[in-house]
């Protein structure tokens, strides 16, 4: 038979599957499903949504029989002496009953309907007629004198309870994994043909045990049907998915035998941490050729977090479940094997760094499976103390440090890839409860030149401490409110390594007080009633910086100086204060838009002198309510000058101010383009709102990007629907730790130099524009009325250094002594996981499964396109996906009524270098679609549960929940962890 006639004869046979009523399982028409199909994509795109819903739906019956015939020859072909043998038992039998299994079963998880019978018919008992009594077939003596009592004992001892199927399948499974011929060499001294060797060397083996392309395709089969077997949790939603659980995972990792866990989770995690892409690469090499081992490396990746993530139900009584891989992974203690697993995630992690540092654009391919290796990474980090002990103290933490900044400021501003930035920052605060992390970050940061330009800090100087508080402060900054859910745990980073930063520079202390310039701001704290929490989070490490390092920071305490007016102003803050300043601010951006339109008045006046206490301009503050396009706004400095101008106008700036993540000496109005820098707040209002547009990687907007619609409302009602009362501002205000802050004020205050407390700037170093003169003797210049006279840089310069050395001969003041004699213990915050938390983390890692299966085959439908693998979320069509090798994706779940997390259909992709997409692509794909369109009157994907496909982009995007874990550790939850 051709494999054009085998393609018409098994596609009518499953038609067949649909119209007969009840098929017998005797019937000779069930091996056709696993002789007939010539490779994955036969089964893949003949056997179509339409048919198995069809069958699932008319003959459930009919389907019972195939999943029974199927899983009975898979058995069989396992204990078969001979098995793999062309003749007697063909391999290709038991691919295609694995292909079978796993192009049905998303299609019956799928089915609320069908909970019940799947509980039974997968998990209920079962009995079977013993081996001898199916040899037995005839009655040899007629007792029926004996009465019906002794006829039932016969029948029952004819009869033995079996494994429920579905720990049957999964027992066969495993055991293929480790089949000599199937998935392992032939090793001629094994006495058994399943023999558990662990396929690479490294983690508990010195040597390998080889391999070859077949062998490789044959296992990427197996695992792949071991993740669709798990996919129950595709269709559970993330806060049932940790409660109920998934009884084919709870089966795997509660299994105890010891050979069988090491076997599976050392093959598995030394196939990925060996993985070395990079061997004998050049240029180009991935347009001209495929690496087979990448598929193979990407299921087993997924199949080990699949089993080490996942948190095994309570069933009420006795000690909770143990998941032994979990277990087993907690127990490696070897040097050897914590290197050889931290240099294979160090190598792969980079690895997207190294492809977007290249000279040449597009000549590496980024792989898509370091969000996975993140969650691997971190997943080491919680279950084993030793390993994280190794990471700290071998200084690799650095490195990886910089790897989790790279991915999470890389992916800030796409929302596709927000739940990749989550677990990078989970991953720092993970780091951050050690003691020895914060130590080691006052190591000198020499190598940060070598870094891609998207998290370099231009003209750094500073320790590894200084560039990961800058690098927070761009994440919260120019996240544009898309990463609010997380600014607990990015501020609970900064408090634990607090206690221990030493020789902060000036830029960093400067960052700090710009986040509490911010946090601190009526918009932000009226803005709902937790950010206050926030704020309090930010001046406990402020206050730990100082109590416990005191000498080491002179930066950080000049600038706790230069914020004298704001830290007293937010001790006298009241709720008619913080409306009144509220009101003001959006009469301000009134303005500006106006001013935008030319009715600005030239007549306006360069003074607010009427306005009795001014409060600088404060942009929009809410951590919950940014606007689409806005960002987390820095405010200004609240000792600016209301007569300071600057000689640079927005049309003579240099271009040279436009960079990204600038490191500056500035002060809290840092934030601001290098021309509104030192500008009064009546003067930057005069400025037409496209004076101040900023470069899109800078961390804020421009004044004038936000519309008339992200206006704040004068009234506070406007923040969703919160309305704080003088009683729950007194409820907080008290508890607000500004004591420390307060008494270094009363103590150095009036010890800061003169030309300092006048500018509008907390820089520690002189600034090179005008505008920082002291107005109170510099107003009355006659020379140059139209611009401020500047103070002898020199000399500004001596006194700032003077006051900066004698600041560590302080610590015997009266008021500062007792602050550093009885410093506040520092507090550590942990991040604690709940079942919130659970189902977030959870549905990351299946999004990231779903939307690698749908990608990695070669032939992808053409009506569909989804973000990559790094990507935090998925695009999806209906239908099956595309070919590929055996050892490639297929399309598993692809138009399946997923209920984890939203799926949206992504943009057509056009002809690309890889996929031309020329006329005989045109005529293959037709080809297919005709076979596979035989079943007239059926529409693609169609059954009422499949809500994924739709022929426009679908628009509807469902945000997450957010909660605040316990210390800090915000967490998120909510089904559209990945959308796009």
């Known amino acids: 038979m051709g494999a054009s006639e085998s393609k018409l004869v098994f596609k009518q046979g499953i038609f067949r599957l649909s ?31 339409v048919d198995i819903r069809r069958a699932r739906d008319s003959s459930l ?44 079963l998303p299609y019956v998880y799928e089915a609320d309907q069908l909970a019940d019978w799947e509980e039974k018919f997968f998990w209920g008992i079962r009995r079977r007629k013993k081996r001898r009594a199916q040899v037995a077939a005839e009655v040899l003596f007629d ?228 969000p996975e290796m993140i969650m691997l990474f971190w997943e080491t980090l919680q279950c084993n103390r030793r390993f994280r002990t190794f990471i700290i103290d071998s200084n690799r933490a650095h490195d990886f440090m910089i790897l989790c900044l790279f991915h999470a400021i890389e992916s800030k501003t796409d929302q596709s890839k927000q739940g990749v930035v989550r677990m990078c920052v989970f991953v720092l605060q993970t780091l951050s409860v050690e003691p020895n992390f914060g130590k080691s970050l006052n190591k000198k940061f020499d190598a940060q030149e070598t870094l891609p330009q998207i998290i370099r800090l231009p003209n750094f100087r500073g320790s590894y401490a200084d560039f990961l508080i800058i690098s927070i402060h761009a994440l919260i900054t120019g996240s544009k409110g898309k990463l609010d859910a997380i600014y ?58 100082i109590e416990h390092q005191y000498t080491d920071n002179p930066h950080l305490v000049y600038a706790v100086l230069k914020s004298k007016k704001r830290i007293e102003a937010l001790r006298a803050f009241t709720l008619e204060s913080g409306q009144n300043e509220i009101e003001r601010i959006a009469r301000r951006r009134k303005e500006i838009l106006h001013g935008a339109e030319g009715v600005t008045s030239p007549t306006r006046s360069g003074s607010v002198d009427h306005l009795p206490h001014r409060t600088p301009p404060i942009r929009q503050g809410s951590l919950n309510h940014v606007p689409e396009d806005g960002t987390f706004a820095i405010g200004d400095s609240e000792d600016e000058s209301e007569n300071d101008m600057v000689q640079h106008t927005p049309a003579h700036s240099p271009p040279s101010i436009r960079h990204s993540r600038a490191s500056s000496l500035s002060s809290t109005d840092d934030n601001l383009p290098v021309q509104l820098r030192g500008m009064s707040e009546k003067a930057r209002g005069k400025m037409p709102a496209s004076a101040t547009s900023f470069s899109r990687h800078s961390s804020t907007t421009s004044l004038g990007s936000h519309t008339t619609r992200q206006i704040l409302s004068p009234t506070i009602n406007s923040f969703g629907g919160f309305t704080p009362t003088p009683h729950w501002i007194e409820s907080w205000l008290p508890e607000l730790p500004l004591h420390t802050m307060l ?30 003169a002291n107005t109170a003797t510099n107003t009355t210049t006659p020379t140059r009325p139209s611009v401020t006279s500047m103070p002898d840089p020199q000399a500004s310069t001596q006194a700032h250094h003077a006051f900066l050395t004698s600041l560590p001969q302080t610590t015997s003041h009266p008021l500062i002594a007792p602050l550093l004699s009885s410093p506040t213990p520092p507090k550590i915050q942990t991040f604690e996981w709940s079942s919130l938390s659970l189902g977030w983390y959870e549905s990351l890692l299946w999004s990231f499964i779903f939307a690698s299966e749908m990608l990695v085959g070669n032939n992808a439908s053409s009506s569909s396109t989804a973000s990559s693998a790094t990507a935090g979320l998925v695009g999806v069509t209906g239908g099956a996906g595309g070919g590929g090798g055996g050892g490639g994706s297929v399309g598993v779940w692809n138009g399946t009524a997923i209920k984890l997390f939203h799926v949206k259909e992504g943009v057509r992709e056009g002809p690309t270098l890889m996929r031309p997409k020329g006329a005989v692509d045109a005529v293959g794909n037709r080809i297919v679609r005709g076979i596979g369109g035989l079943g007239i009157g059926f529409g693609l994907g169609g059954g009422g549960q499949q809500q994924t496909q739709t022929q426009t982009q679908t628009q509807t995007q469902t945000h997450g929940v957010v909660s605040g874990g316990g210390g800090g550790g915000g967490v998120v939850g909510g089904r559209s962890v990945r959308e796009v």
């Open 19 to 49: 119209e007969d009523p009840a098929i017998p399982a005797t019937d000779p028409y069930w091996t056709g499903f696993w002789r007939l199909p010539e490779s994955v994509e036969d089964v893949f795109s003949l056997f179509s949504p």
């Open 61 to 104: 019956a009919n389907l019972e029989t195939l999943i029974l015939a199927v899983t009975a020859r898979l058995d069989a072909l396992r204990n078969h002496p001979s098995f793999p043998d062309l003749e007697l038992a063909p391999e290709r039998d038991a691919l295609n009953c694995i292909r079978i299994l796993t192009r049905v």
């Open 143 to 370: 007792e029926a004198n004996d009465g019906d009592m002794q006829r039932q004992e016969a029948e029952e001892q004819e009869y033995e309870e079996s494994k429920p199927l579905g720990e049957e399948l999964l027992d066969t499974l495993t055991d293929l994994l480790f089949y000599t011929g199937f998935t392992i060499p032939r090793i001629p001294t094994a006495k058994e043909k399943v023999t558990y060797a662990i396929w690479q060397s490294g983690v508990g083996c010195k040597t390998s045990i080889g391999t070859s392309k077949e062998l490789e395709s044959n296992r990427c089969e197996v695992l792949r049907l071991l993740l669709t077997m798990t996919s129950k949790s595709l269709y559970l939603s993330s806060s049932m998915l940790p409660v109920h659980g998934v009884k084919a995972i709870t089966y795997l990792v509660t299994c105890p035998d010891k050979q069988i866990v090491l076997s599976v989770l050392c093959s598995l995690l030394n196939t990925v941490i060996k993985y070395n892409a990079a061997t004998w690469r050049v240029p180009y090499d991935h347009v001209v050729w495929k690496d087979s081992k990448q598929a193979l490396v990407i299921y087993s990746l997924q199949f080990l977090l699949v089993l080490l993530l996942y948190p095994v139900p309570e069933e009420g009584q006795g000690p909770p479940p143990k998941n032994y891989y979990r277990s087993w992974l907690g127990k490696l203690h070897r040097p050897e094997d914590f290197q050889f697993i931290a240099e294979g995630m160090a190598r792969i992690l980079s690895q997207p760094m190294q492809a977007t540092s290249s000279y040449l654009p597009g000549s590496q391919k980024s792989v898509r499976w370091a």
């Open 488 to 545: 607990p745990a990015l501020l609970a980073i900064i408090n634990n390594i607090a206690a221990y930063a030493q020789h902060l520079s000036a830029a960093t202390s400067s960052k700090l007080l710009q986040l509490f310039a911010s946090m601190s701001s009526p918009s932000f704290l009226l803005a709902n009633d937790t950010n206050h929490v926030l704020l309090q989070c930010l001046l406990e490490s402020i206050n730990a910086v």
């Open 743 to 772: 008494t270094l004020i009363r103590a150095l205050g009036p010890h800061l130099p003169h030309s300092s407390s006048s500018s509008s700037s907390s820089s520690f170093a002189p600034r090179t524009t005008p505008g920082a």
